[in-house]
């Protein structure tokens, strides 16, 4: 399990704006639900917490550690997962070459397939397997990410607008499944979303009140 903090963190977008200061504790175990309007920046404060953004000023702590760049190859795809609102998935490539793209150099293949199986047939994608990317629909590119995002089995998850793009069946099918991998492995989670969950979640964050 890890708890994530931020402390007096500050983003300067330019010149003249910026987001902060800033003060969040997410303990470990926690699925937190940061909630608030379009364009506040609900998505720039989740990149802080994975340490995708230099602060101009204050900190990002993971377990009580200063996160610098020297931690980022230890903590991304390994201990933090990710499932942003651009996917990031490359397009050219297969949907099982996207989700087992963490791994390499980290485990071996023939390990990290039954798992990336599991989650593909958990979230309902066997029968887009051996698909490129760019043929997916919106809604599977969103699920995939989710599965590539939980392969190396992270002690946190961050999520920015999981669900966006998903009609009711299939956001909750992914919500169940965050929630089936938090229980198995005590997982961290922090979600960006416009929607209450609030029988997932363990604590809504509202942005007018941080």
């Not at 931020?6 to 937190?32: R, T």
């Not at 309007?37 to 230099?54: D, E, I, N, R």
């Not at 965050?178 to 229980?183: A, D, E, G, T, Y």
């Amino acid at each position: 399990m890890t708890k994530v903090q931020l402390i007096d963190w500050v983003y300067h977008y330019s010149y003249e704006a910026s987001l902060g200061p800033f003060n969040l504790l997410v303990e470990s175990g926690e699925w937190v639900a940061l909630m608030g309007a379009s364009g506040c920046g609900k998505t720039t404060l989740l990149k802080g917490l994975g340490g995708l953004l230099t602060p101009t000023s204050g900190g990002l702590y993971l377990d009580d550690c200063s996160f610098n760049r020297r931690m980022a190859t230890q903590w991304w795809g390994k201990k933090m997962g990710f499932v942003l609102q651009t996917h990031g998935l490359l397009n050219e490539w297969t949907v099982m070459e996207n989700i087992i793209l963490p791994s390499y150099g980290h485990q071996l293949e023939s390990e990290v397939i039954p798992l990336a199986m599991m989650h593909l047939t958990e979230l309902g994608l066997l029968d887009v397997i051996n698909r490129p990317t760019r043929a997916l629909s919106i809604g599977e590119a969103q699920r995939v990410a989710l599965c590539r995002a939980l392969v190396m089995n992270p002690s946190i998850l961050l999520c920015d607008e999981p669900t966006g793009s998903l009609d009711e069946i299939h956001a909750t099918m992914l919500l169940e499944h965050i929630q089936r991998h938090r229980s198995r492995h005590s997982m961290t989670v922090v979600m960006v979303t416009h929607d209450t969950y609030t029988e997932y979640v363990t604590r809504t964050i509202h942005w007018e009140d941080m």
